[in-house]
């Protein structure tokens, strides 16, 4: 079993390393999480990992490192861990948005082999849509990141100047679909459900949705057309909302947030 330092385990960075666990991949003894207040991490240290708040110590015995902090805590970060890295024997992934491979290797080794990695907090219940990208990892190392963000969810390679766009669509997705649902369940509330009702009906009706295109490679369009009936109220719903900007909110949101995600880090 590959031993996998994560360093700021803040949001994404557990719930990488609870996915990794429960998906039998990983145990939690072979997964360091790095965090600057430690008390932070106690409840993860009970479950079995090592936890520290020496980046430089804990990257020194890992196969597989995963760099979880923000983007402006970025080179502060790479500095410290720069003297302890061997970019001979170590695989350096980062989920960081905006950070490029070229970045990471212009602050540690030109020849440290890197994976950038766009995954999203289902990753907790192994369910993320996972993106990832290089441009000189080996064969045998980009087998290794599927093969780790396959077992949480799915992944796939891209082009690394998609990154940013991935970002938008699959990471901030998360919560683009949740407020969606959010949104439904306080109309649900308005036509007459209690609240905690309302929403398990939208979650589970969004789950349907997803299913319905996953399941048989369908397309929207083609399911919507089976549910608006000639006159109906589904398709008086529908075009109320898209009166009202439903399709160019989601489209302009989605826009911005790839703009915003390739401006977040700063090079020194
Ligand atoms: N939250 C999300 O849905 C996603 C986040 N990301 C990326 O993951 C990164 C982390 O995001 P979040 O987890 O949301 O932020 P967060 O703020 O929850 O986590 C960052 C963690 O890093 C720790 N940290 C800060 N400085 C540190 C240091 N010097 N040494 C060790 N730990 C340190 C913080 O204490 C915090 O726990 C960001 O770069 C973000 O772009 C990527 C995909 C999805
Ligand atoms: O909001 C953010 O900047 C991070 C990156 C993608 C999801 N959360």
Known sequence: MKKLTIIGSGNMGLALAKGLVKSGLYKASSITLTRRNLG??????SQGFITSNNNAEAVKDADIIVLAVLPQQVNKVLDEVKPSINPESQLFTSVVSGVTCKNIKEKLYPNL???????????AIQQSMTCFATDNASEENLSLVKEMFDTVGVSIQIQEELMTSATALCACGIAFFLRSIRAASQ???????????????????AKGAADLLLQLASHPEREIDKVTSPKGCTIA?????????????????IKTSAKIAGELYVKE
Do not use: C, W
């Not at 994976?115 to 990753?123: G, L, S």
């Open 40 to 45: 932070g991490l106690s409840e993860y240290a």
């Open 187 to 205: 109309g649900g509330v308005e036509v007459g459900f209690h609240a905690h009702d309302a929403l398990m009906m939208a979650a589970q009706t």
């Open 113 to 123: 082999q890197v994976v950038r990695v766009m995954p999203n907090t289902a990753i």
């Open 237 to 253: 719903g529908l075009n109320e909302m898209e009166h009202n900007g439903f399709s160019s909110a989601m489209i302009k949101g």
